[in-house]
């Protein structure tokens, strides 16, 4: 009978089970090898279809075209089609090159109305908020459309600077484009104040507006533009209500952001504005993780990310319960420092909006390792058992990274990142992690292209700490970090070592070995035999004292 003293030192040869294929087992002997050497003093992104705007051609424009207000946009929607993101109406693309020359949109409708007809509608939670994506903000807005929008307006010599001004221009120097600018303008119908953001020298970069104040008459200014657009003439002849519209709801449409991380560089953080609309497309709860954060499973606008994965429009989002940053920050930070690896589940940007604290991950079709085990409950052992050595043979040098990153950091550290401050010697320094929380619900099987049973990555690094040279071998554990029957003797004491991450990935190995050899089912008896024997264990220990 399995026992739980069986854990590492001897973890993967004292199973009592003779292998049928001793040859197989030469990696998984390989991960323990590397297992064992660890110890705390050495660890080694819009291409627009041309027949999605052609479809518009026989569609009758109405008599008037209303611009739903933020408050009314409900109703609006209902009483008009507004078409799903998954609508074949909709302009969306997934290919970074632009087609060759502008598409037309038909004479008969306007850029306006083009505009309403290719809102998409967020999730009900987050709102039902409609944005228009990026690919049909630049397909709609081109040079042609912009001309005949702007034809009855008396712009004079001007018209063609404007135009460029709007669309973009070959010319070398050009500081910046008014695209959005003019997308707001024309669902504001006030087009024609874009000769005086031409005029004043206001690009899209400087949105969103916002009032310095509380009344009417506070200026208004710009992310990167300190002057007030009110006395520049920019709302010249509008009503406080269109500006309010303007200032609270329509800028926004056009707004959501756009996500990204470059190959070989850290993750990014980002402080989103506080009215941003979030591009999902669809948006499930997967799980809640012990009270500290919820999981999401989403899909993000194909034009609203730049994300290479096996995974395609479907992420992972990781929302923080608390609203105390210096959490957030701790687990943003430890994803920062640790370079990527094949075998550790990659952070893909980190944003805050609203108080609120989320991290994006790319989804993991297989679910975690404990769910793996569920959906595979009769393992056939000698098709399995190479896969399995390959994956322990991966998860240990992971592990190993973790807990001593000097040669990643030293590649990352810049003088200018916003969380860490890693310029600061105090913080690079601290090279030497522990992950504190190593168990199969986090451990995910990624599909990541593979004929097999995929690879296996380590996530979860809400526990994951560093520290310096110094500080390495004493590490503060957070009550209830781990799972009963998978805590180490040392954790009676109020800091742990590195090595505490070594038994329970020696602990994961054995219920891994279990599962190929008894089955799911083994997994679960040996699980409630450990536990029955902790917890007589810690009674016996409660009533002595």
Known sequence: MLRSTHFPGTVLLSVGLKLPVAA???RLLEAQEFLLNMNSDHVPFIHLKPEVLANNAGRQRPQEIKIPHEETFEGERKAQHSPSCNSTNVLRGASAVRPAGPVRPPADIGMEQLLIEHFCVTPERHGRRPFIPLDAQREIINHNSVRQELKH???GTELENVVDYICGSSQDGQPGIGMKIFAILTLSKKQGSIKVFYERGIFDDSLPFEKSGNNDASPIKGRKDDRDLKSLGCFRDWGNGEIQQF????????LSPFFDRKRNEPPSYT????GTILPWTECTEVAEEGGNSDVWKIKIHDAHHRFEMESGETFALKVLHSNDKRYFDAEFEAHRKVELHDHLVPVLAAFSLQDKHYLLFPWAHGGNLAQFWENHPSPVISDTIPWVAEQCRGLAPALAHIHDISEATEGQVTENNELGDPGNRSDADK???RHGDIKPENVLQFEDGTPDLGVLKITDFGLTKFHSKKSRSG???LPGAQALTYNPPETTKKDVSRRYDIWTLGCLYLD??????????GVQDFDDSRYNEKAHSYSEVSQRM
């Open 24 to 26: 197989t087992l030469v």
């Open 153 to 155: 307006q008396d712009f």
């Open 431 to 433: 090279v030497y992690g």
């Open 475 to 477: 590490i503060a554990l």
């Open 512 to 521: 891994f070995l279990t599962w190929l050899f008894l089955g799911n089912q």
């Open 271 to 274: 402080e989103l504005e506080h």
């Open 247 to 254: 200032l609270s709801y329509q800028q926004w449409l056009v």
